[in-house]
């Protein structure tokens, strides 16, 4: 892949005139409630990001994680790695030598991220790895559940659509959660059951590139008409994401398909708006503002010399519909292991917060809203007020 | 021997090159030569490599510009800083690496850059193709391959392409340099009997050699170069070829020349 | 016109009768074998997997599909061929596309609102073509200043474009997908609103005819009328009746893919049709994709082989020297290349976001291989100075054919890479081989 940190540096400046540089959409957070009053006065939160490319960890993850720790009487620093694994080790120094008390990080790379590490238990600083599971018990895991997201699109579709054709959609062959974790996810709904008692047919199933918008379209439309050839009716797609959830959608408008369920995950703008409009069924939300908050009021509790195992989520300080299975308080969690195969020996077990995610079909549309993830100027654009679903009337 | 063929008649030169200097970070390619052509004469440029000859034809030809001196071109001074303008003078050089687009027909190569057009502005290939089966009718009768690439064609049929090329545009002024280099014996005697047609058209032609026998076979005056300066400048019933070589060799003309020198090349 | 600069091969000697008697008749036509071979072997790709899918593959609506998801990169590898010529590369397309695909959908979403030009203007979609064909023509332009008058290699002028345009979407859209662009706008991008219907397609097939006879008639009183060698008039007759069946088929091909029967039985209802039994049959007809790849393809030809920019192109990609010394001005002619490029860039944005309804950051993603690909698939050589346009959109629909055909067949994506890098190694293989063997004859 074309190394995208001189993409950043390079940047418009040079091609594009600054002209055509949009305003972003600065929605603000506001992060709830004041968390963990008790936290320590002196303690700095320190913040390795592996990258700001994706808008979500500028946009929502650190401004919930600030505000949370600064509400608590914590300071908190950060620094951006760009997609650099050494760049992120030598971030991971600097900021212990600011003086952290705490390390959230959001590893690049989750098996090179070992020095940084040892660094930090030599200076005697906790580790929460932040949304990207790091293979190690000393570890606090913060993250929505994944296997969840893929039980969750599932389960959705199932509802909408028991039984029938469908066809899956899956991310990058490369990328374990494309081809292990969300199928799984959807096995664990029922996927396979349904398949094999036959109330489930098959149609197509194929990988996506890099997870790539276009190369969903392309394939999607080989797929419809291949089975317009074979005289077969496709009744819903189980996409894995939102990008591919987009290019499916493209495809059977451009086929002049009838609506039909697609699902998809990640809360982008454009699938919410597809939502809204009826294009894609279910898409389902991780709400990255939740998950900063826990992270910033675990900080400030281990700050505070609260033990891993015993620290426990602030009450009020998340929705309930995002609050762990297990409870409020840290649970243990066996990883998959180096391997990424369960059940195989290699495994560790870290303490942990694995927050619910959400399905958001065009009934529960609100809470995006009411989390202000989205405007309603935003999300309703261009709904059909006859046909528009109540978030958007 | 007198200094040069000044005394012919009162006529304008076609070009006159005064005082002209080129220099390569420090190193004099030419220095101070001035040399000039009449209408219908040949003149010989010879000297060994380096000697600084194609440099002073480059100047003229819009390729190089010189640092200094002066160009005249029928008695008027001239600016020519690259081969447009050079053309504009109807001054036409044929390259040592024959500068053809080899991919390309002999009809696109004669017109190259200069290309008849319609009225819409599209390219007129039949009326391009027309002329130059016209012209090369004149310089190579039996050319018949107006349709494929130049780089099928022979080094001989090449040439004439590019003769073709200065011919059609009414050069007045003819750059040559080693035109016969990379050509076989038939077809070098081919290109000889072409230098001579143009002669007799009133063409003024700088020849640039290394064979001495092509250049006193074809020249009128024969001027010689040597590290950059111009030795001289002789009519060539003045001269044989081993003076001529002398003046190549020893950069002196053979009256400067001392005995031992000269003792030295016989040998 | 293209076949002077391809060469086609001389007749061998040593070849017996039958084939000497057909390689004649050909030479008689004029035809470009090299563009007869790569048809030969496209209808070959698409028989193998129309037996492969149980036969299945070969319909109007596929064939539409597919030549709908290859036009963007077929119109590319127009301006392609001329980069490459003029011993250029170009490896920034795929982020033009990103970058103008952006604007166009932010254009329509976001700054022609802001200035009063909303979704609902009836123009809107034309200010926004306009804009983004500008910025296109801006980029290449800017590039092409870089290579031709700067000085820097086109290779390092377009790598910097590709990361830092590529980046530059990024930054104008902060991240996130766009979505929801005019409907006349997305008519551009095919599909069964994009078609234009049974009437029109008839249209463009007759005056399809009239030019091919028209483009003929033309050309042998060109030749005439200098007194050159023409065509045997059996060759004439056939080139143009094969012309226009070609066109004729191709419309009825085209006609023949239907609306769905959903949308079809809306059709009904808003036109006060009853619906016959089995459902109503509306034709299609072109997609607005393949009638802008023809017209491109036409208009690159044109360029390329009837204007003097073309030909200096050409000649530049034979002997740099020779044409700078020729007098002609090479570094406005290899800007003009970038120029074009990036223009061309802009008309594949603007099916591809069209297509998409709006614009993610990868669209346009690895273009730059495809096109590339396709340009030397269709016989551009790196070499300078060879290569035709008509070649290198055959080349793309070769490209292309091979995606659709394997993910018609189920095959997935990691193996269609595989076939495809393996296709493009070969296809370059077996055409080198024949050129040397064509040039030591």
Known sequence: MVPRRFAATLGAAAILLAACTSASPGASEEPGESAAASAAADCTVAVSWNNFQQPRWAAKDKPNIQETVEAGGGTYIDADANLDTVQQLTDVESLIGQGADVLILLAQDTAGVGPALETAANAGVPVIAYDRLIEDPSVLYITFDNVGVGRAEAEAMFEAVPSGNYVLIKGDPGDPNASTFLPSGWDEAGLQDKIDSGEITIVDDQFTDAWSTQTAQDNMEAIIDSANADGVEIDAVLAENDSTALGVVAALQAKGYDPIPVSGQDGDTANLQNVAKGLQYVDVWKDANELGKVAGAAALALCAGTDMASLTIPDGLINDDVAPTAGLTAAEFTTPGPDGEPDSGDESVVTSFILQPQPITAENLDLILDSGWLTKDVLCEGVDAASAPAACQ | ?267 | MADALTGAPAPTQEANRDSHRIRGALAATEIDLRLFGMLIALAGILFGFHIMSGGKLVQPANMVTLVVQASGVAIMATGMVLIIVSRNIDLSVGSIVGVVAMSYALLMTDWLPALGIGLDSPLQWLVALAIGLGIGALIGGFQGFLIAYVGIPSFIVTLGGLLSLRGSVWLLSSGAAVSGLQTEFRKIGGGVLGSIGETATWAVAGVACIAIIGLIVYNRRQRRRFGFPVRPMWAEVLLGAIGCAAAIGLSAFANSSYLPAGLATQYAVEHGITEPPGGLKVPLGFPWPILLVIGVTLAMTFLATRRRFGRYVYAYGGNPDAAELAGINTRWTIMKTFILMGVLCAIAAAIGSARLNGATLDVGQSDELYVIAAAVVGGTSFAGGIGTIPGAVLGAFVMQSLAYGLSFNGVNSPTQNVVAGIVLIIAVGLDTYNRRRGSTR
Request: charged share 25%.
């Open chain 2, 1 to 267: 021997m007198s200094e040069a063929a000044t005394a012919t008649t009162e006529r304008v030169p076609l070009v006159e090159m005064r005082n002209i200097r080129v220099a390569f970070g420090g190193v004099h390619a030419v220095d101070d030569v001035s040399i000039d052509l009449n209408a219908g004469e040949v003149v010989g440029l010879v000297g060994g490599n380096g000697a600084g000859k194609s440099t002073l034809m480059r100047a003229l030809s819009g390729a190089h510009r010189a640092d200094s001196g002066e160009i005249l071109i029928g008695g008027q001074p001239r600016t020519i800083s690259n081969p447009r303008d050079a053309k504009a003078f109807n001054i036409e050089t044929i390259y040592q690496q024959l500068a053809l687009a080899d991919n390309v027909d002999a009809p696109a190569n004669v017109f190259l850059g200069r290309e008849m057009i319609s009225h819409l502005g599209n390219l007129d290939d039949g009326a391009m193709e027309d002329a130059c089966r016209k012209v090369m009718g004149r310089l190579n009768p039996n050319f018949k391959r107006f349709a494929t690439p130049v780089k099928t064609l022979s080094g001989g049929q090449r040439q004439a392409v590019a003769i073709a090329r200065a011919v059609y545009f009414n050069a007045r002024i003819m750059i040559m340099d080693e035109p016969t280099a990379a050509l076989g014996p038939a077809e070098t005697a081919q290109v000889r009997d072409l230098i001579r047609q143009l002669k007799t058209e009133g063409i003024g032609i700088f020849l640039i050699s290394h064979d001495i026998h092509d250049v006193f076979d074809l020249s009128d005056r024969i001027s010689v170069m040597y590290h950059g300066r111009l030795v001289g400048t002789m009519n060539k019933d003045d001269v044989d070829t081993d003076d001529v070589l002398a003046m190549i060799i020893l950069g002196k003309k053979p009256e400067e020349a001392s005995r031992e020198e000269l003792a030295e090349l016989k040998i």
